[in-house]
């Protein structure tokens, strides 16, 4: 090969390096980022039930906490898939009312739950200017019912005194590789979340979130015992940090 032909040869190499390498870091800068992100708070969950059947009982709320680690990537734009795993209490309590006033069963519930959601940014041309985002989620979440622990206040007929049947607190935590319950431990239904977040750093980010969880699935569609549905509703309060890469 000549010099010249040579020369020319090795201009046309480096020119191609070039332009692969311009088109590459193009098309990576251009591409959307992926988030992952760490989250937790309190929450407050509550039973939709009918009780029809039942006289002086009344089911409520009970608080509780939430941790989740979060994956989030763009699809198009301002529009994102946000998945991840949510460990979180759903807890509630049955009581009695009237005559039987006292008599109660705080139940303490922790489930492994899984949501895919779309996420759109509908205020990000009024923010991209600031240091401050907000986004909103939809979508569906499936579980795994994974403990259960109950605080019981009964009275104790065998012990019959001038003041009544005393009482006492029982707590056991519940046996779900026997069941005897047969609860249905399969969890899954709508959730909705909101994110207010601010650049502290580059691609880190603090933000605040709230979510709402609408149970689909019958907690205790398999009891022996059902005398009617149980349906979790659950809004969770949090903070968190993500970061961009």
Do not use: C
Request: no cysteine.
């Amino acid at each position: 090969m000549k010099k010249n032909e040579k020369q020319l040869f090795l201009k046309e190499r480096v020119f191609l390096l070039l332009f692969i390498t311009l088109f590459t870091n193009h098309t990576i800068s251009s591409q959307e980022k992926y988030r992952i992100s760490l989250s937790g708070g309190a929450n407050s969950n509550d039973i939709t039930y009918s009780a029809s059947n039942r006289v002086n009982t009344e089911y409520t709320d009970n608080s509780g906490n939430y941790f989740k680690a979060g994956f989030n990537f763009k699809a198009y734009k301002s529009i994102s898939i946000q998945t991840g795993l949510t460990y979180i209490d759903k807890n509630y309590q049955y009581q009695r009312t009237g005559s039987r006033e006292g008599i109660s069963t705080i139940h303490r519930a922790k489930y492994f739950n899984i949501p895919v959601m779309v996420g759109i940014q509908p205020l990000q041309n009024s923010l991209k200017s600031t240091k401050f985002n907000f986004e909103v989620f939809a979508g569906p979440y499936v579980g795994w019912w994974n403990s259960l622990e109950r605080e019981s206040t009964v009275e104790v007929f065998g012990e019959l005194d001038f003041g009544g049947f005393p009482r006492k607190t029982v707590v056991e935590s519940y046996n779900f590789d026997k069941n005897e319950n047969q609860f249905n431990r399969v969890d899954y239904g709508l959730q909705a979340e909101t994110r207010v977040g601010y650049n502290l750093y580059k691609d880190m980010n603090l933000f605040i979130e709230y979510s709402f969880m609408y149970g689909l699935s019958d907690n205790q569609k398999n009891e022996l015992r059902k005398t009617s549905n149980y349906y979790y509703t659950t809004s969770n309060y949090g903070i968190g940090v993500s970061y961009n890469f």
